[in-house]
């Protein structure tokens, strides 16, 4: 089993930047693909970027190709989302999710979730 803590949410002004970090628990992290995801009040989740366990591929939403990064550090059971030029529409509860079999990484078919942890940007 694999869970999953997000963390680095917070309030920022719009242009600034934040970096979320999801730390995995479990013995075959390298293993797994991650994702991350993210919902607003009253719309559907949200493809942001995913990431192979390889690290060789990644795929981004197209509201966010340019702005937003993702990585790993398997040393450390980590994942990141590194958001830069974040905008008011950017504002919404952001997940992470790691899956050790999908295909379709763009898809919210992932084994596993954590909770979620909030962003939001102010105009």
């Known amino acids: 089993q694999v869970q999953l803590v997000e963390s680095g949410g917070g309030l920022v002004q719009a242009g600034g930047s934040l970096r979320l970090s999801c730390a995995a628990s479990?013995?075959?992290?390298?293993?797994?693909?991650m994702g991350w995801f993210r919902q607003a009040p009253r719309k559907e989740r949200e493809f942001v970027a995913a990431?192979?366990?390889?690290?060789?591929?990644?795929y981004y939403g197209d509201s966010v190709k340019g702005r937003f990064t993702i990585s790993r550090d398997n040393a450390k059971n980590t994942a990141y989302l590194q958001m830069n030029s974040l905008k008011p529409e950017d504002t919404a509860v952001y997940y992470c999710?790691?899956?050790?079999?999908?295909?379709?990484?763009?898809?919210?078919?992932?084994?596993?979730w954590g909770q979620g942890t909030q962003v939001t940007v102010s105009s």
């Open positions: 999710a790691a899956d050790n079999t999908i295909r379709a990484l763009t898809s919210p078919l992932y084994d596993y």
């Open positions: 479990g013995r075959t992290f390298s293993k797994y693909h």
């Open positions: 990431i192979r366990w390889s690290g060789g591929t990644t």
